[in-house]
Every structure is written in structure tokens, then in C-alpha cells.
């Protein structure tokens, strides 16, 4: 007890929270989705008493096929409609519009429902958020510019680490313009989560290891930087423990391996809404919007490179990869042009807020051009 009040206590300097939002409803534990039918049925009711409709529309991550159990079990529920979600790319605005203009085609539902990865919870987030608010996706990214709360919203994550199932936000791609940021709000928070581990037994162990580590992040980075507050402090430090506790399993994926992960994720997501990530994230941005690389990969590719800033947090890293013999893509960034190192250093010095909570307000003496290239160059 007395080593957690000291990590937390505030050394160098504070970032004030007037409000803490977060998920008013959620079951956790193995077997938790078996009560599926019976939520959903309870929803409906409260919708037609409510005056709405009692239509609910469930999107798959379409790694789970028509054939697939927990899909066929959903499509017996009385008025549900199934869709998939193709996760190879991440959500786009221009996506989400038309996915929007799909559904008042076909007749609006009262509740919308999320199985799978951050991409498909994202999906079903700014999808709710639209069909409460005018306009189109692209005006709401950016922070507070919700009007009304969306659709009644449940999140089901299939595999853990990014928190988008207990964050304010929705990560999504403007093309038009490059832009890749959130609705921020707290309208995008879920209404309810099931958080069932035994979901996660089918992702591959590369996949569950570098989707985990983005939870590691959501911690390390608030933790090691100036802007802290006990509230994300509290959070961090428990997402964290529980990620080093997985990585020194024998079997990240045994159930035990998870369950923690999922409470990893489920803490690390409402860390970092009331904080703020610091060097790996800007860095990790670049690499995705340069160079496509997946968001929880690039993270983990970033922190190899980054020893002089991160030498614990890193050899952390690189135990767990060697004891659970995780795949690492190499030499990323060895042939690259100078435009495109251009551009990795652009679309990473842009991110001042969370470079200046790792380094502090003068991040560029220490975060050169050269230096900056130099850590891709280790990638
Ligand atoms: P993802 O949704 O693509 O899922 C990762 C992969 O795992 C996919 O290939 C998916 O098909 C597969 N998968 C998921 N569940 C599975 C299962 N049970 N069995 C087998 N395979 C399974 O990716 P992700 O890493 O979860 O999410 C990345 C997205 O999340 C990005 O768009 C990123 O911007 C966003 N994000 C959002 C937040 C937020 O707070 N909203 C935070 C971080 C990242
Ligand atoms: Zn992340």
C-alpha cells in the first residue's frame, strides 16, 4: 500500500478533471454473454414502453461468420438484425456515413450492439452517436460537440488492450483532410458492456499479445509523464499491474491471462480519458498514418526504439516477447525516402499535448529532426 501512494503521489505537476463520466452498467466473467438474450429482451421492453421501436442491430467483427456459434445464438433473439464489420481497415468518417444512411434506409433500430476488436466498438460508437445528432461524421471529431446522447449502445469486446470499450471516444480516419481523431464525448461512452473472457480464446497469441500491450501503454504513458492526477493514477497503476501480470504467465492466453487482460483494457481505457499518453502514442501515429502499420503493433515497435526514454518499460517488453516467442517485424523503416521520413516526423511532432506531458513544453530541443529519424530509423 505504501509503494502504490507513492507511485501516485504528484511530483511535478497536476491536470485538473472537473467531471469523471464513465460506464454506468457492466457484467464481467467467464460465461457473462450467456445473459445476452435476457438483456437484450429486458432493453426491448423498456424501448416500447418508451415509445421506440424494439428493432436492435448487432455488428460482428466479421472474423465470426454466419456459422458461428454466438452469431447464430444472437439471430434467434426476436427482432435482430445481424451485420459484420470488415476490420481490415481502420473506421473511416466517410464509413460510418454511409453505414448511417444504411440503416434509416432500412428503418431505425433503438439499440445498437458491438462484437469484437476496437475497430467494430468504434464502429457501433460514432454510429449511435450520428443517428442522435445531424450533420455527419466529419463534424464531430474533436472534443464536446455532441448534442444529444445516440442510440442506447452495448459494447462486447472479443479481444482486449485498446479500452475502446470504456473510453469516450471513437477513433475515426477523415480522408478528405488526413485527419485521424476521436468523437470525444461523453454521449460515445457505451451504455452497457459484457466483458466475457472466454470471447477472447480464439484471437491468435500475436494478435492477443500486441492488442494487450496497447493497455500496458494506456498506463506506462500517463504514469511516466508530468500531467498526472489520482484518478487516472489509480487506473494506470492497475492496468499496468494486471498487463505484467499476464505477460508472466506461462500462457498469456489461459484463462486467467483473459480474464486480467479484459480488466486490463476495461481500466486502461478510463485511465487514459482522464489523462493523457506521452512519447510512445505520437510516435506510434506516425507509423500508422505513414506507414499503415496497426495501431497496437506500432506501439510495441516504438518502444523497442525508444531505450533512452523508456529503458524499464522496454525491457519489460522485450522479456515478455521472448518468453511468450512473439513475432516482431523488422527493419519497418531501414529503406525509407526522405519524404516519408519527412512526413513520419510531421504527422508525430503534431501531437503536442501528450510530447509535451513526456518531455515538457520545450519537447522539440530534445525531439530534433535528427533524433526524431533516428528513432524511426531503429524500427
Ligand atoms: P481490431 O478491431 O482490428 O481487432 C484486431 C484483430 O483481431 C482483427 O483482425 C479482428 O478480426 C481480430 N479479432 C477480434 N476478436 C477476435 C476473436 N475473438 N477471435 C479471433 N480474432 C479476433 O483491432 P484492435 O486493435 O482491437 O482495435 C484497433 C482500433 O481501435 C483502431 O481503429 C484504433 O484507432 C482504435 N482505438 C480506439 C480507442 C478508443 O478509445 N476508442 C483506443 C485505442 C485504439
Ligand atoms: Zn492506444
Known sequence: MREFSEKINLRRGFLSISKVKSIDNFFFGEGSFSQIEKIIQERQEIHVKGGLTSKFVFYFDDFFGHDNEIVKKCSCIENVDIKFIDTRDEPSTEQINKLRDDLIEEGLPSGLVAIGGGITLDTVKALSNLLGNDGNAEDYQGWDLLKRKGVYKIGIPTVSGTGAESSRTCVL?????????????????????????????????????????????????????????????????????????????????????????????????????????????????????????????????VLLAMEEFYPEERATIIQAIQKHNIEVPRDICSKLSDKQFDDLYASTIVHEKPLSNGLGENFKDILTKNKVQEIFERI
Open 173 to 301: 480516419i477523415n480522408q478528405k483532410n488526413g485527419l485521424k481523431l476521436g468523437m470525444n464525448s461523453d454521449f460515445t461512452l457505451f451504455d452497457m458492456l459484457i466483458l466475457d473472457p472466454d470471447l477472447s480464446k480464439t484471437v491468435p497469441k500475436n494478435i492477443f499479445f500486441y492488442t494487450l500491450t496497447d493497455a500496458f501503454f494506456h498506463s506506462m504513458e500517463p504514469l511516466s509523464g508530468s500531467l498526472r492526477n489520482p484518478i487516472a493514477d489509480s487506473y494506470a497503476l492497475m492496468a499496468k499491474n494486471l498487463c505484467e501480470e499476464v505477460f508472466a504467465l506461462d500462457e498469456i492466453k489461459s484463462n486467467v491471462g483473459r480474464s486480467k487482460a479484459m480488466l486490463a483494457s476495461f481500466f486502461g481505457g478510463i485511465a487514459i480519458a482522464n489523462s493523457m499518453t506521452a512519447l510512445v502514442h505520437p510516435f506510434s501515429a506516425g507509423l500508422s498514418v505513414v506507414l499503415k502499420v496497426p495501431h497496437t503493433l506500432a506501439n510495441c515497435l
